[in-house]
Protein backbone atom coordinates (compact mmCIF):
# COMPACT_ATOMS: atom_id res chain seq x y z
CA UNK A 1 0.00 0.00 0.00
CA UNK A 2 1.25 3.60 -0.69
CA UNK A 3 2.06 6.01 1.80
CA UNK A 4 -0.77 8.11 0.27
CA UNK A 5 -2.90 5.25 0.79
CA UNK A 6 -1.65 4.69 4.54
CA UNK A 7 -2.15 8.17 4.89
CA UNK A 8 -5.82 8.55 3.88
CA UNK A 9 -6.60 5.71 5.70
CA UNK A 10 -5.41 7.38 8.93
CA UNK A 11 -7.68 10.39 8.55
CA UNK A 12 -10.27 8.89 7.19
CA UNK A 13 -10.28 6.80 10.40
CA UNK A 14 -9.39 9.95 12.58
CA UNK A 15 -12.43 12.02 11.07
CA UNK A 16 -14.73 9.37 12.04
CA UNK A 17 -13.48 8.72 15.49
CA UNK A 18 -14.19 12.75 15.91
CA UNK A 19 -17.41 12.25 14.94
CA UNK A 20 -17.94 9.87 17.76
CA UNK A 21 -17.34 11.10 21.57
CA UNK A 22 -15.16 8.93 23.74
CA UNK A 23 -13.93 7.08 20.64
CA UNK A 24 -10.00 8.07 19.84
CA UNK A 25 -7.09 7.03 18.27
CA UNK A 26 -4.40 4.73 19.50
CA UNK A 27 -1.60 4.56 17.29
CA UNK A 28 1.35 2.17 17.50
CA UNK A 29 3.88 5.13 18.66
CA UNK A 30 1.66 6.55 21.72
CA UNK A 31 -1.37 7.37 23.17
CA UNK A 32 -2.42 10.88 21.94
CA UNK A 33 -2.86 13.57 24.93
CA UNK A 34 -5.70 14.73 26.58
CA UNK A 35 -7.55 17.26 24.27
CA UNK A 36 -7.03 19.87 27.38
CA UNK A 37 -3.20 19.05 27.35
CA UNK A 38 -4.17 20.04 23.22
CA UNK A 39 -5.04 23.64 22.94
CA UNK A 40 -1.93 25.88 21.84
CA UNK A 41 -0.45 28.62 24.48
CA UNK A 42 0.37 30.70 21.33
CA UNK A 43 -1.85 33.77 21.53
CA UNK A 44 -1.04 37.04 19.49
CA UNK A 45 -3.18 40.13 18.77
CA UNK A 46 -6.52 39.43 16.53
CA UNK A 47 -7.01 41.77 13.71
CA UNK A 48 -10.78 41.78 13.30
CA UNK A 49 -10.48 43.18 9.96
CA UNK A 50 -8.76 40.86 8.27
CA UNK A 51 -10.21 37.88 10.02
CA UNK A 52 -13.40 39.60 8.76
CA UNK A 53 -12.21 39.66 5.46
CA UNK A 54 -11.70 35.92 5.47
CA UNK A 55 -14.26 34.63 6.63
CA UNK A 56 -16.08 36.61 3.77
CA UNK A 57 -13.56 35.48 1.22
CA UNK A 58 -14.80 31.61 2.41
CA UNK A 59 -17.85 32.73 2.30
CA UNK A 60 -17.91 34.22 -1.17
CA UNK A 61 -15.92 31.14 -2.62
CA UNK A 62 -18.91 28.96 -1.02
CA UNK A 63 -21.58 31.09 -2.75
CA UNK A 64 -20.04 31.03 -5.94
CA UNK A 65 -20.10 27.33 -6.27
CA UNK A 66 -23.74 27.02 -5.09
CA UNK A 67 -22.81 26.14 -1.42
CA UNK A 68 -24.31 26.98 1.88
CA UNK A 69 -23.03 30.82 3.34
CA UNK A 70 -21.40 29.47 6.79
CA UNK A 71 -22.08 30.71 10.28
CA UNK A 72 -19.56 32.91 12.50
CA UNK A 73 -18.53 30.43 15.49
CA UNK A 74 -16.69 32.06 18.00
CA UNK A 75 -15.21 28.65 19.31
CA UNK A 76 -13.56 27.76 15.38
CA UNK A 77 -12.54 31.79 15.59
CA UNK A 78 -10.27 31.03 19.18
CA UNK A 79 -9.09 27.60 17.38
CA UNK A 80 -7.86 29.23 14.14
CA UNK A 81 -6.67 32.36 15.94
CA UNK A 82 -4.23 30.58 18.00
CA UNK A 83 -3.12 28.00 15.12
CA UNK A 84 -2.79 31.46 13.34
CA UNK A 85 -0.67 32.95 15.84
CA UNK A 86 1.49 29.21 16.16
CA UNK A 87 2.34 29.22 13.23
CA UNK A 88 3.68 33.03 12.65
CA UNK A 89 5.47 32.10 15.91
CA UNK A 90 7.46 29.18 14.42
CA UNK A 91 7.04 30.08 10.62
CA UNK A 92 5.63 26.68 9.88
CA UNK A 93 3.11 26.43 7.72
CA UNK A 94 0.72 23.34 8.85
CA UNK A 95 -2.52 21.93 9.94
CA UNK A 96 -0.47 20.35 12.77
CA UNK A 97 0.12 22.57 15.70
CA UNK A 98 3.63 23.27 17.44
CA UNK A 99 2.70 20.52 20.19
CA UNK A 100 1.47 17.73 17.94
CA UNK A 101 -2.08 18.66 18.21
CA UNK A 102 -4.73 18.01 15.66
CA UNK A 103 -7.47 21.09 14.91
CA UNK A 104 -9.80 17.71 16.04
CA UNK A 105 -7.81 18.18 19.69
CA UNK A 106 -7.57 21.90 19.53
CA UNK A 107 -11.47 22.45 18.70
CA UNK A 108 -12.57 19.91 21.85
CA UNK A 109 -9.69 21.48 24.15
CA UNK A 110 -12.07 24.89 23.99
CA UNK A 111 -15.40 23.19 24.01
CA UNK A 112 -16.37 22.80 20.76
CA UNK A 113 -18.25 19.16 19.95
CA UNK A 114 -16.42 18.61 16.97
CA UNK A 115 -17.64 16.30 14.18
CA UNK A 116 -16.20 16.04 11.18
CA UNK A 117 -13.34 20.15 11.61
CA UNK A 118 -11.19 20.73 9.49
CA UNK A 119 -8.72 23.47 9.05
CA UNK A 120 -7.21 25.22 6.13
CA UNK A 121 -3.59 27.02 6.76
CA UNK A 122 -1.79 29.87 4.13
CA UNK A 123 0.93 31.67 4.33
CA UNK A 124 -0.30 34.54 2.17
CA UNK A 125 -0.47 38.44 1.30
CA UNK A 126 -3.95 38.47 1.46
CA UNK A 127 -7.43 36.57 2.57
CA UNK A 128 -8.58 36.93 -1.01
CA UNK A 129 -5.26 34.77 -1.99
CA UNK A 130 -5.52 32.65 0.53
CA UNK A 131 -8.98 31.21 -0.36
CA UNK A 132 -7.42 31.55 -3.93
CA UNK A 133 -4.46 28.85 -3.75
CA UNK A 134 -7.01 26.98 -1.06
CA UNK A 135 -9.28 26.88 -4.56
CA UNK A 136 -6.60 25.64 -6.67
CA UNK A 137 -5.63 22.52 -5.00
CA UNK A 138 -7.87 19.85 -5.40
CA UNK A 139 -8.03 18.08 -1.25
CA UNK A 140 -8.22 22.24 0.01
CA UNK A 141 -10.73 22.92 -2.62
CA UNK A 142 -12.75 19.80 -1.59
CA UNK A 143 -12.72 20.86 2.26
CA UNK A 144 -13.81 24.62 1.88
CA UNK A 145 -16.44 23.28 -0.25
CA UNK A 146 -17.80 20.74 1.66
CA UNK A 147 -21.26 20.53 2.55
CA UNK A 148 -21.00 18.87 6.15
CA UNK A 149 -19.53 22.25 7.21
CA UNK A 150 -21.76 24.44 8.65
CA UNK A 151 -19.70 26.94 10.38
CA UNK A 152 -16.46 29.00 10.32
CA UNK A 153 -13.89 30.42 12.08
CA UNK A 154 -11.37 32.43 11.10
CA UNK A 155 -7.59 33.20 12.34
CA UNK A 156 -4.40 36.01 11.25
CA UNK A 157 -1.28 36.42 12.58
CA UNK A 158 1.39 38.74 10.63
CA UNK A 159 5.02 36.41 11.27
CA UNK A 160 7.72 38.50 11.33
CA UNK A 161 8.68 38.18 7.52
CA UNK A 162 6.05 40.47 6.59
CA UNK A 163 3.52 37.44 5.45
CA UNK A 164 0.18 36.93 6.69
CA UNK A 165 0.05 33.87 8.77
CA UNK A 166 -4.25 32.47 8.19
CA UNK A 167 -6.06 29.64 9.68
CA UNK A 168 -9.45 28.27 8.53
CA UNK A 169 -11.95 25.91 11.19
CA UNK A 170 -15.24 24.59 9.22
CA UNK A 171 -17.28 22.52 11.36
CA UNK A 172 -20.61 21.14 12.69
CA UNK A 173 -21.51 21.75 15.92
CA UNK A 174 -23.09 17.76 16.65
CA UNK A 175 -23.21 18.46 19.98
Not at 141 to 149: C, H, Y
Request: charged fraction near 15%.
Amino acid sequence: MSVFRHFAAAASLAVLAACQPGIGLEMPWGRAAAPAEQSLAAQCAVNPAIVARLDGAVNAARQAEGKRVLDSAPLLAQAAQSHACDMARTGRVDVEGSNGSSVVDRARALGYPACGVVQLVARSDSPAMAVMAWMGGEAQRTELLGQTSRQVGSGFAPGPDGQGYYSVVLGNDCG
